[in-house]
């Protein structure tokens, strides 16, 4: 039987906790949280074996320790915990920074049991009430070790983070700040930048708030991420935002001059290598995960219309693997999407919807 302890059970925590017992038999889960309602919660439905609100002597037995607590109380829940867990307990977390836990963890001389942890998931809603044993599944987990785990611990962990459904990948803890910097929280910066512009702008009436279109919102939705989570992140990773920052202005001054310049090459250059460099996202050939097989489908916007086609493919043995409305019809003009297990798939039903008269997209 494995023991794992969660300090802070909530989003990410539950999730991983609940993943845990979900898909594995031989995990014990002892939980600590502030929150009563919490630990009631956790308890009721399975998920924790034991409860606590604060690092306790019941810690004792914990082959591994999650710190899923906000980054701020990292360093107390740490030292607590410590007093109570057996020397050869590995400790991680799940923070989407690195550089302030390793620094405290090579202050308290405790390199050779600290594996970082970076969950690449996540949800606009928060607390343990939301968390889900599915919102891990294939994201990628960012393992960051400590320079002194031994090999040995790292495999372990990686194969216990599987549990999750996630994807493990090993990347050194310095690496991973400059590159969640760059796909994570300098877009975060663009992202609230952007809303806060047509803010600024817009008038009385309201009209471009009213008016923001699909490619507008998209862009900009991770704008209503936590304004206290994000404060943090950038107090904390400051160096590697400054960064990429200065090169992101520089761009845009670049791009400034062009259109001074009315240079129709250096424009189109610079968004047919945008097009062409994420176009290359989703073809996932060469990494773990696999690609994405999809299209959208025009249909009328009344009751049943969903159903129908559901139906429709149903009824002819194609499996669905996840179908839902594209709100943005901004960019695409499909408003249905609809996922396949395999490529197959796609060219019958294709066929299909077609022969009925709906009208068909491939998905980008």
């Known amino acids: 039987m494995i023991t794992c302890g969660f300090i802070g059970l909530g989003l990410i925590g539950g999730s991983i906790a609940r993943a845990f017992k979900q898909n594995r038999e031989d995990i014990r889960i002892i939980a600590c949280d502030p929150d009563p309602s919490t630990r009631r919660l956790a308890l009721s439905e399975g998920t924790a074996d034991a409860v606590c609100e604060r690092p306790s002597e019941i810690l004792a037995g914990c ?41 405290l963890i090579e202050s308290l001389g405790i390199q050779d049991r600290f594996i970082g942890g970076h969950p690449m998931a996540g949800s606009e809603r928060i607390g343990f009430a939301n968390a889900k044993a599915s919102l891990l599944e294939n994201a990628y987990y960012i393992i960051a070790p400590a320079a002194a785990v031994p090999a040995g611990k790292v495999e372990i962990f990686r194969r216990l983070v599987s549990a999750t459904g996630a994807i493990p990948l090993l990347v050194d803890p310095q ?123 025009d249909i009328p916007d009344e009751a049943g219309s969903l159903a129908a086609v559901a139906t429709l493919l149903a009824l002819n043995g194609i499996n669905i693997k996840n179908i839902g409305i594209a709100h943005n019809r901004e960019a695409q003009e499909g408003v249905l999407a609809i996922e396949f297990y395999e490529e197959a798939s796609i060219e019958k039903a294709i066929r299909l919807l077609t022969g009925r008269g709906y009208t068909t997209h491939l998905a980008k």
């Open 175 to 297: 690496k991973h700040d400059y590159i969640t910097a760059a796909v994570s929280h300098l877009p975060h910066i663009i992202a609230a930048s952007l809303v806060n512009l047509v803010k600024d702008h817009d008038g009385r009436d309201g009209l471009m708030k009213s008016i923001a279109a699909g490619g507008f919102k998209d862009i900009t939705r991770i704008a209503s991420s936590s304004a206290v989570m994000w404060q943090q992140i950038c107090l904390t990773n400051t160096e590697n935002i400054l960064a990429l920052l200065q090169d992101y202005i520089r761009d845009l001054e670049t791009i400034e001059q062009q259109l001074q310049k009315k240079d129709p090459d250096s424009l189109f250059s610079f968004f047919e290598n945008a097009r062409l460099y994420r176009d290359s996202f989703i073809d996932a050939g060469s990494g773990p995960i696999k690609k994405v097989y999809s299209i959208r489908v």
């Open 63 to 103: 082959d591994f320790l999650f710190l899923c607590a906000p980054v701020a109380c990292n360093e107390e829940n740490l030292r607590l915990a410590l007093q109570f867990c057996r020397p050869d307990c590995i400790l991680t977390d799940v923070g989407s920074v690195k550089t302030p836990i390793c620094r």
